[in-house]
């Protein structure tokens, strides 16, 4: 079996031990790699009930067949866990040296298990792991972290860790790497805080296994030139993801107030021109050529990197409009550790809470030095912080009245910076998004807004989430690499298949990932019903708020307009049908059988029923 190492490295915390584990070719080739690897080992291993954050969840970092080897983008990794959030399988994907170190260390995973009795670094390197004491940093953020990381361990190796925010459970908290680097949104840092392991140091010395060596160093050599060319000349990465906020305030689709307004005319002073005229310095993961992390001086002079989703859920969101100070907010979720997502969408929804006298407190829109005393209230779960901290829906069920409405999440999880009131598709992406609300797997809305009918709720938009879903929490989640060669730059999806061919001797076509990824969507839905056996198509809906005629847009081209249910239900069926789901929104038992997974469908059979 070549492409892949063929095992992995299981790390157990409460004994200190660990194993090397070799996998099977039909394990390699059915889940293929990422998220794959990762939603299939914690189907497998973890017990539905557990406590998320209890030493028998597992945390999973998984990479590809192709990560590790230079071709675009390929320095990512997936970090996945049971949500403490959500409660069911969630995951995230950020850039790492661990992409190639772990595969250099002869492992395409690493599985985390037990719990640590003190706070603890793990070191591997090739077969040998060290269990460090990290005390001396318990209590510091990130950056103090990587610091003191590097004092011992050059650059170039593989750091994975977390902050205050993932030490104290903080139910979104994220994993960070490098330099404006954060994944694991729905609460991966509590999940290894909750594992006293502040941090993972990888070096890996070997060779990564290839099946053609040569021709995937020429074709990935030649694939990094062109991805940098093609950059060169869009110019995409002047502006790179915050290139959408004007585009967004224009077509009203921007946050604004808790998701309250549509857009603003303050929004362009925080626009992609503005912020790559305040640039200071870029960063990027490893193995890119067009390197997108763009920071700027925060208000207080530290270096803070913005992107769209951060100035979109904790600048306009909040109704702040000042991107120093927005960078401040930012600067603060990366160094406790907190998702900026869901961090913005918990302000929002505590000021628009505070407005509506669904609770009490003192924080206003606009009020961005208030906000940061509240992120570190959220981090250290001090105070309203505590509460603060578990995110939106459970800020939600304590507060009653009719709260739940506008808190904006989908399973739990915030959803990202795109405001779906008059935006069906992109809706409907938010609400059959695997992990819950999230934009990453189906960024339907520039199809929607530039090639289609806005205010349509056809079967196109269905087909179109779909499409993407398979290309982007599919074949990039699966493989591991980076999306933006492809879908800001316009680098070709076929030469993905190419790589992977090279790397491991198959002949695979898109249409081989297309169904790999089915078999993957598949999966995480048996996750989330084995956890919810109660499960309703009414957990695929959106948030109440963007149905609420009261709450749609008062003047501009969708003054009035709001999503309907009735329609929205029918597009939610357009999808069920095209995907062959049923009318709760599983997989049918035909469904899983065509995917091979009769195994699997047994599993999920003994908790609830499938049809
Ligand atoms: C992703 C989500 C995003 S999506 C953003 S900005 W984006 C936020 N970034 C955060 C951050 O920064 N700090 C922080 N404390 N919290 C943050 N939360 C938010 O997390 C990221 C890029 C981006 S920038 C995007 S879209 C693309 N995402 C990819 C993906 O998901 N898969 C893939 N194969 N390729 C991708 N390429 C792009 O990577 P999550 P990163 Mg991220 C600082 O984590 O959980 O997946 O949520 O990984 O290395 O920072 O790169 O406008
Ligand atoms: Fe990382 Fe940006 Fe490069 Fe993607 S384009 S690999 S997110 S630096």
């Given at each position: 079996m070549k492409g892949w190492t063929g095992y992995i490295l299981r790390v157990n915390l409460t004994d200190k031990t660990w194993k090397k584990e070799a996998f099977t070719e039909e394990f390699a080739t059915t889940w293929v790699g990422g998220r794959g690897f990762a939603a299939k080992i914690l189907f497998?291993?973890?017990?539905?009930?557990?406590?998320?954050?209890?030493?028998?969840?597992?945390?999973?970092?998984?990479?590809?067949?192709?990560?590790?080897?230079?071709?675009?983008?390929?320095?990512?990794?997936?970090?996945?866990?049971?949500?403490?959030?959500?409660?069911?399988?969630?995951?995230?994907?950020?850039?790492?040296?661990?992409?190639?170190?772990?595969?250099?260390a002869g492992y395409d995973a690493l599985i985390v298990e037990g719990k640590a009795a003190k706070p603890t670094m793990i070191y591997i390197e090739d077969d040998k792991v060290e269990f460090h004491d990290a005390s001396e940093v318990w209590g510091k953020g990130t950056y103090a972290t990587n610091e003191w990381i590097h004092k011992t361990y050059p650059k170039n190796l593989g750091v994975l860790n977390i902050g205050q925010g993932g030490e104290n459970k903080v139910l979104y908290s994220v994993i960070r790497?490098?330099?404006?680097?954060?994944?694991?949104?729905?609460?991966?840092?509590?999940?290894?805080?909750?594992?006293?392991?502040?941090?993972?140091?990888?070096?890996?010395?070997?060779?990564?296994?290839?099946?053609?060596?040569?021709?995937?160093?020429?074709?990935?050599?030649?694939?990094?030139?062109?991805?940098y060319n093609l950059d060169q000349k869009s110019g995409?990465?002047?502006?790179?993801?915050?290139?959408?906020?004007a585009w967004c305030n224009e077509v009203n689709g921007l946050p604004v107030q808790n998701m309250?307004?549509?857009?603003?005319?303050?929004?362009?002073?925080?626009?992609?021109?503005?912020?790559?005229?305040?640039?200071?310095?870029?960063?990027?993961?490893?193995?890119?050529?067009?390197?997108?992390?763009?920071?700027?001086?925060?208000?207080?002079?530290?270096?803070?990197?913005l992107d769209y989703e951060n100035i979109g859920m904790l600048g306009s969101n909040l109704n702040v409009f000042d991107l120093k100070q927005v960078g401040s907010l930012n600067y603060l979720c990366d160094d406790y550790g907190l998702d900026t997502i869901s961090a913005g969408s918990v302000l929002g929804f505590y000021a628009d809470a505070i407005e509506r006298g669904a609770t009490t407190g003192?924080?206003?829109f606009g009020d961005a030095e208030k906000g940061k005393v509240l992120l570190g209230q959220i981090a250290k779960r001090e105070g309203v912080g505590n509460l603060l901290a578990d995110g939106t829906l459970r800020m939600a069920k304590a507060w009653g009245k009719d709260s739940i409405n506008y808190a904006m999440q989908v399973k739990g999880l915030e959803v990202a910076a795109y405001n779906c009131k008059s935006i069906p598709g992109q809706a409907l992406a938010n609400g059959v998004a695997a992990i819950g609300g999230h934009h990453r797997e189906a960024w339907i809305?520039?199809?929607?807004?530039?090639?289609?009918?806005?205010?349509?709720?056809?079967?196109?938009?269905?087909?179109?989430?779909?499409?993407?879903?398979?290309?982007?929490?599919?074949?990039?989640?699966?493989?591991?690499?980076?999306?933006?060669?492809?879908?800001?730059?316009?680098?070709?999806?076929?030469?993905?298949?190419?790589?992977?061919?090279?790397?491991?001797?198959?002949?695979?076509?898109?249409?081989?990932?297309?169904?790999?990824?089915?078999?993957?969507?598949?999966?995480?839905?048996?996750?989330?019903?084995?956890?919810?056996?109660?499960?309703?198509?009414?957990?695929?809906?959106?948030?109440?708020?963007?149905?609420?005629?009261?709450?749609?847009?008062?003047?501009?081209?969708?003054k009035g307009v709001a999503l309907e249910y009735d329609k929205y239900d029918s597009l939610l069926q357009h999808y069920y049908d095209q995907r062959g789901y049923d009318q709760r929104g599983f997989p049918t038992k035909e469904l899983l059988a065509k995917l091979g997974m009769q195994k699997e469908a047994a599993a999920v059979e003994k908790y609830a029923k499938l049809s």
């Open positions: 497998d291993e973890l017990k539905p009930g557990i406590d998320p954050l209890g030493p028998e969840n597992k945390l999973v970092v998984a990479l590809g067949p192709i990560s590790g080897i230079p071709a675009p983008n390929t320095g990512k990794a997936v970090v996945a866990a049971k949500s403490p959030l959500t409660g069911f399988y969630g995951d995230g994907n950020l850039g790492t040296h661990v992409s190639s170190q772990l595969r250099k790497s490098m330099e404006g680097r954060a994944g694991g949104r729905p609460g991966m840092g509590a999940v290894m805080g909750s594992k006293m392991l502040k941090a993972i140091v990888v070096k890996g010395t070997k060779a990564i296994p290839q099946e053609k060596p040569e021709e995937m160093k020429q074709m990935g050599a030649a694939g990094l030139k062109e991805a995409w990465s002047k502006q790179s993801t915050n290139a959408v906020l309250r307004k549509t857009t603003h005319p303050e929004a362009p002073k925080m626009d992609g021109e503005r912020l790559n005229d305040a640039r200071v310095a870029t960063y990027g993961c490893p193995s890119c050529t067009m390197h997108c992390g763009i920071t700027i001086h925060d208000k207080e002079g530290r270096e803070s990197e003192d924080f206003k809305i520039t199809f929607e807004l530039k090639n289609s009918k806005r205010e349509s709720y056809g079967p196109e938009k269905a087909a179109k989430v779909i499409e993407l879903q398979r290309i982007r929490g599919g074949l990039f989640e699966l493989l591991v690499a980076c999306r933006f060669p492809w879908v800001e730059v316009g680098y070709s999806l076929e030469n993905y298949p190419k790589f992977f061919n090279a790397a491991t001797g198959l002949n695979w076509t898109l249409e081989d990932f297309w169904k790999a990824a089915d078999r993957g969507y598949a999966l995480i839905k048996l996750h989330y019903l084995r956890e919810f056996p109660n499960a309703t198509r009414k957990d695929d809906y959106p948030p109440a708020v963007w149905f609420d005629k009261a709450n749609a847009d008062t003047d501009g081209p969708q």
